[in-house]
């Protein structure tokens, strides 16, 4: 059961228990696009206003696990929405969190997980829902991520760079229809809503905060699906994570998508100057049937990346080497889309049918965010 405590400045209350996410099968409940996945539907979004400002409502499980969405927009000055959607007339995504009921169960560590393409975080959060699980607290924001770099750059390889830059900095550089400021940038809207979650949230957010307002990430998780990846590596170039886990990328590449085609210069120059969070800590997990990128080129860019070549393939249960670093799933006759989302969905079975099997991503999932502890 789950309980929802709405978080005001002044007040709390309660609402009704809601129900648990439903696992969905391959059909009207699930939601795939080119970048993101969800097996299960959350309750809608709620918000309690006061003082002209919206709180978050968070809701609690059964398994001591808070989680709440909150609008970007109302969290900060020039902040835009977001449509969750290739189509203009989409839903407008909001920020996802959680954290362990017990502030004491908390193990010092934030996740930030940046999703795909088109992806709504508010459904797209299987991967932090975990972390949280484990004592993490985790957040997947909201930002502009309708702009694929493939769709913007094509052949024009210093433009993946200022791609990333944009988004995640809000720095003017990439091409139309790229348009980001400082205000909408990826590390302002995570900045945002720590602020938010500190104020309405407490413990343990305050630290949390502070720590990336002055930033120290060195406790952070960093990671990111699909585009979503490419985006996380450029903040792990940046910053000194805690680790990175690269979950269907990153694959940004020039030419005609072959295996052979080039990488892009910021990925290439990672030969010589690595990034910022050591190779050590940098963690992949893909799906070889996987056709929304060319798997080839993603494990050339892992190598790029100076991501250890240790390699193991899934397990559904516990029992991966300590020195795994990449995480192969075997083709299994999947459909490409499919296999591009079992690794950020919660339950997936034969030739990658989402819910219809007993496989679970949680075992790996745990992996990619403890291993080496």
């Known amino acids: 059961m789950r309980r929802a405590i709405v978080l005001g400045l002044f007040a709390v209350g309660c609402t009704n228990p809601a129900p648990p996410p439903m696992d969905a099968t391959n059909g009207a409940d699930s939601s795939i696009t080119d970048g993101g996945a969800s097996d299960a539907r959350d309750t809608d979004a709620a918000v309690d206003v006061r003082d002209g400002r919206a709180a978050p409502i968070v809701t609690c499980d059964d398994a001591g696990v808070c989680s709440g969405t909150a609008d970007p927009v109302s969290l900060g000055a020039g902040i835009e929405p977001v449509v969750a959607a290739r189509s203009p007339r989409g839903p407008l995504g909001s920020h996802w969190?959680?954290?362990?009921?017990?502030?004491?169960?908390?193990?010092?560590?934030?996740?930030v997980h940046v999703v795909g393409t088109w992806s709504d975080p508010a459904n797209d959060h299987r991967f932090p829902e975990q972390a949280c699980a484990l004592g993490f607290v985790a957040i997947a924001p909201m930002y502009e991520n309708r702009d694929p770099a493939r769709e913007t750059c094509l052949e024009d390889g210093p433009c993946y760079e200022a791609h990333r830059r944009e988004i995640v900095d809000g720095v003017e550089g990439a091409p139309a229809p790229v348009d980001v400021d400082r205000p909408n940038s990826l590390r302002n809207r995570?900045?945002?809503?720590?602020?938010?979650?500190?104020?309405?949230?407490?413990?343990?957010w305050p630290t949390v905060r502070d720590r990336i307002a002055g930033g120290d990430w060195r406790t952070t998780v960093v990671s990111g699906h699909s585009q979503g990846?490419?985006?996380?590596?450029?903040?792990?170039?940046e910053e000194v994570t805690e680790r990175l886990v690269l979950l269907a990328g990153p694959s940004d590449r020039l030419g005609d998508r072959t295996p052979t085609s080039a990488?892009?210069?910021w990925i290439a120059a990672l030969r010589t100057t690595p990034p910022r969070t050591p190779a050590a800590r940098i963690f992949g997990y893909m799906h070889d049937d996987d056709s929304i990128q060319v798997v080839a080129q993603v494990l050339d860019n892992w190598d790029a990346i100076g991501l250890a070549a240790s390699s193991c393939a899934y397990a559904r249960a516990a029992g991966y080497p300590n020195d795994c670093r990449r995480v192969r799933i075997a083709g299994d006759m999947c459909d490409g889309l499919l296999a591009h989302s079992t690794v950020v969905v919660r339950r997936w079975g034969a030739s990658c049918m989402l819910g219809t099997g007993d496989n679970t991503n949680e075992a790996t999932w745990r992996f990619l965010l403890t291993a080496g502890e």
């Open 229 to 237: 990846s490419g985006h996380a590596l450029y903040l792990a170039r």
């Open 190 to 204: 995570i900045a945002t809503l720590l602020a938010r979650l500190a104020e309405a949230d407490g413990a343990p």
């Open 263 to 265: 990488p892009v210069p």
């Open 97 to 111: 969190f959680c954290r362990p009921r017990d502030p004491a169960r908390w193990n010092g560590r934030l996740v």
